[in-house]
């Protein structure tokens, strides 16, 4: 058992759902590439495509940098970052390590100051730039690819081109062209995978190389996960369940989830999360609206709401049966905390109680809650968690009769600001 759905909290059940049936056909449709949006299908078996020349390019590299720099600063924003800085928040030390290198974000915001004091922290240490951007033209990271372009320039010279690594596409883009002039290393993102798929390509596997991660056990998880999803009968593909169910809930006007976890790394997993389901279902007036909470810190918080508020939410808990870094709490003489009763436990027992009791409290006030219990925190397991996330999400779509791989809506704001962006230029002449 890799990821096992629990559904004791919920009084549904998917085989009562009334497209169930399409299951199979969908099913047929994502592997045999007919459906809408097929040619952005890449990721599908990536990890089992993978050969030994891109393990090898991502290490080299990984090593030079480790090697010749204190940081990575890696240049993007959507599925462009979120897929390392998801994976590296789970898998690294919550405090920095001395001398490891450090990979922090750029380009994901726009925010002077932000680059401003980025650059005045990268005084001191020494720089490599990775910039990411499927399309090569999106307009925050272009930003800051220029900003910290001149300044890698200003600082190292002509050694600044060895220091910059760009990952575009193979064939066209501005970013493709500034890369090929200047003579930067590449990695190319295929043309079939998608940028909030694309996180076991270079665009993920890069930045998490340099962080120290075995990006080999992560693609050994979600290599495993294309094995073991690719199963057509429901009752054998938990990706498809859990998919089943989403739609369920949304056809019974529950249409928020809520995505809930109990360690603060996974934060950043939920915003990945947030982004594959938001942007692939939210379109032509349908689509859950995916939210997040980090338990049991909003507990404290957004819990009142979860409990009490507007009824048309349904949580996704996650948790992992076992963690090796733990900790137990100890016996006090005088226990003038009464906490003694907790002696012996460890904190992710205390997390595993947390979570059963308030799934029930929430199942209580009517939000119903699924379980997704994981056997390992490790990097076999991520992997494996986030290729179930993407298969699940390219079923839920098709549930929905969306294209789960086009972003239409994302074009709407950019067109805007360019164009109030053009105005002030021309008023200023
Ligand atoms: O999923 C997507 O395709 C998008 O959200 C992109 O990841 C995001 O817009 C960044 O695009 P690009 O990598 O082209 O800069």
């Known amino acids: 058992m890799t990821i096992k759905l629990d559904t004791q909290f919920l009084k549904l059940d998917y085989q009562k759902y009334d497209k169930i049936d399409l299951v199979p056909v969908i099913h047929t449709m994502i592997h045999e590439h007919t459906g809408e949006g097929s040619d952005y299908l890449g990721w599908l078996d990536w990890a089992s495509r993978v050969d030994e020349r891109f393990f090898q390019e991502i290490e080299e590299t990984a090593k030079r940098i480790q090697e010749n720099s204190n940081v990575l600063v890696v240049i993007g924003i959507g599925g462009s970052y979120l ?225 009490d508020g507007k009824r048309n939410i349904f949580e996704t808990m996650v948790s992992f049966v076992n963690k090796a870094d733990d900790f137990y709490i100890s016996e006090d003489r005088q226990n003038l905390d009464k906490l003694n009763y907790l002696c012996d436990t460890s904190l992710h027992d205390f997390n595993k109680k947390s979570l059963i009791g308030s799934a029930s409290a929430h199942t209580d006030g009517g939000v119903p809650v699924m379980h997704l219990e994981i056997e390992n925190f490790d990097a076999y397991h991520v992997g494996y968690l986030m290729y179930f996330f993407m298969k699940a999400c390219t079923m839920s779509a098709y549930l929905m009769d969306v294209n789960p791989f086009d972003q239409p809506g994302v074009e709407f704001y950019k067109k805007n600001t360019y164009k109030l962006l053009q105005k002030n230029k021309k008023q200023e002449a």
């Open 83 to 307: 897929g390392s800085k998801a994976i590296i928040e789970m898998l690294k030390p919550h405090f920095p390590e001395d001398n490891q290198t450090e990979v922090i974000y750029a380009g994901q915001h726009v925010s002077g100051s932000y680059l401003k004091q980025l650059m005045k922290y990268l005084d001191s240490k020494e720089v490599t730039l990775n910039v990411i951007s499927k399309s090569g033209t999106t307009t925050e990271p272009a930003i800051a690819f220029r900003v910290l372009r001149q300044y890698m320039e200003d600082r190292y010279g002509f050694e600044a081109k060895s220091r910059i690594i760009a990952t575009t596409d193979g064939e066209s883009g501005a970013l493709l062209e500034l890369a090929a002039q200047n003579g930067y290393q590449r990695f190319v993102i295929p043309s079939d995978i998608g940028g909030r798929y694309s996180v076991f390509t270079a665009v993920g596997m890069l930045p998490v190389a340099v962080a120290g991660l075995s990006f080999r056990d992560l693609l050994d998880g979600a290599k495993n996960a294309e094995l073991e999803l690719n199963e057509a009968d429901i009752e054998k593909n938990v990706a498809y369940q859990y998919a089943v169910l989403r739609q369920d809930f949304y056809n019974n006007d529950y249409s928020t989830e809520i995505l809930a976890s109990f360690e603060p790394q996974l934060m950043y997993l939920h915003e990945w999360w947030k982004q594959l389901f938001g942007e692939s279902e939210g379109k032509q007036q349908r689509g859950i609206f995916p939210a997040s909470v980090v338990y049991t810190t909003d507990l404290h918080s957004l819990g009142q709401y979860i409990q």
